[in-house]
Structures are given as C-alpha cells and as structure tokens.
C-alpha cells in the first residue's frame, strides 16, 4: 500500500541517520515531514522517550507491539519487532505478541503491561483499579506514569501512521521467526 500522503523530502543529516539506523529513511517520518515542525516535535518527544529508565524497554516494546496489533498498525509491529531483536528480547516471544493472551511464554508481569496497554487503547479506555494498582505496586510511581505515557503516544503512532496509509517496511524481515497473527475479535454489530 502507498501511503494516502506523499513522501517529502527530510534533512539529509537526519536521512543519512535514520538509514544507519534502520536500512532505510522510516516512511511515517517521510510523510511527517510534509509539516516539518510537527515532524520533529514528534522525533523530539520520541527521542527523549527513548532516554527514561524507569520501565525495562523490553516491557515498553511489548506495550507498543500490543497497541499496533489492536490498532492494526503493521508499520508498529514490523519496526518493534526489529527492535526487539535489537534489545535482545528472545524473537520467538516478541513474535507471540499479537496473540499474547493465548501464548504461554510471557511472564505476568509482562501479561499485565500488555493488558494495560490494551486497556488504554480501547475506546473508552476500560483501565482498571486493580490493574493500576498491581501495575504501581510492581512497577512504582514514576514506572506506571512512564508506562501510561509511553502507551499513549504508542496510541499517538499507530493511530497516525494507519491514518496515514503507512504499512509494514519489511524491517522484520530480518527476524527469524515470523510474527504471529493476532486472533479475530467479535466485531460489534452497528445500529441499524
């Protein structure tokens, strides 16, 4: 699939960044970049997202890949699985993200990050006192804000690049182990 807006042009420095980075120059930047400020106020925000600590980035790359796979964002799930790769996450448990709550692989914690990230990407979110609260007893104060926040814009991401038309690139192609599928959900019928 094309992208529904086209690619512009990015800084060379950045492109020659992105390129060492990932193989090739993203295609939501590509697109973001048709409004250059809103393009880097979102790498900036991205980039200092990338520096906090207080949640385990495996468990951020789990919550990211659960949001893309009920959002339907391939773009999110292709590049998040490439970055497990990269933090060493085992693949054969990355790849199990989409069908996380089939899988038997992921540890309750784990269960628990996936659930919420879920819960926050639900319209209307349907978070829960006791999920919260089990998530600020493992996690503490400033590793549940974090994890809120990162899901959020992880909502922010998936939401925009499938509104955008931008899908898979093919980074996962160097993963060994296919991605899982996620599995049907009922839809809800519409009124008539």
């Not at 420095?13 to 992105?18: G, R, V, W």
């Not at 890949?65 to 699985?81: I, K, P, R, S, T």
């Not at 931008?166 to 996962?172: E, I, W």
Request: with cysteine; aromatic share 8%.
């Amino acid at each position: 699939m094309t992208p529904r807006i086209p690619k512009a042009e990015i800084p060379a420095e950045l492109k020659e960044n992105l390129i060492q980075q990932f193989g090739s120059a993203p295609e939501p930047v590509e697109v973001a970049f048709n409004h250059p400020g809103a393009a880097a106020a979102s790498l900036d925000f991205a980039g200092r997202m990338s520096t906090w600590e207080a949640v385990d980035a495996g468990l951020k790359t789990y919550a990211h890949m659960a949001v893309a796979a009920q959002v339907g964002c391939g773009w999110c799930l292709d590049v998040n699985y490439f970055a497990a790769l990269n933090q060493n996450l085992d693949p054969a448990k990355a790849s199990q993200v989409p069908r996380w709550r089939e899988s038997e692989v992921f540890t309750p914690l784990e269960r628990e990050v996936m659930e919420y990230a879920e819960a926050m990407t639900t319209t209307p979110t349907t978070v829960t006192d006791e999920l919260s609260a089990s998530l600020l007893d493992q996690l503490g104060p400033a590793g549940l804000v974090e994890l809120t926040v990162f899901v959020g814009f992880a909502n922010l991401s998936t939401r925009v690049n499938t509104a955008h038309g931008v899908t898979s690139q093919g980074y996962s192609d160097a993963c060994a182990i296919p991605l899982a599928t996620r599995p049907e959900q009922p839809q809800v019928a519409s009124p008539a």
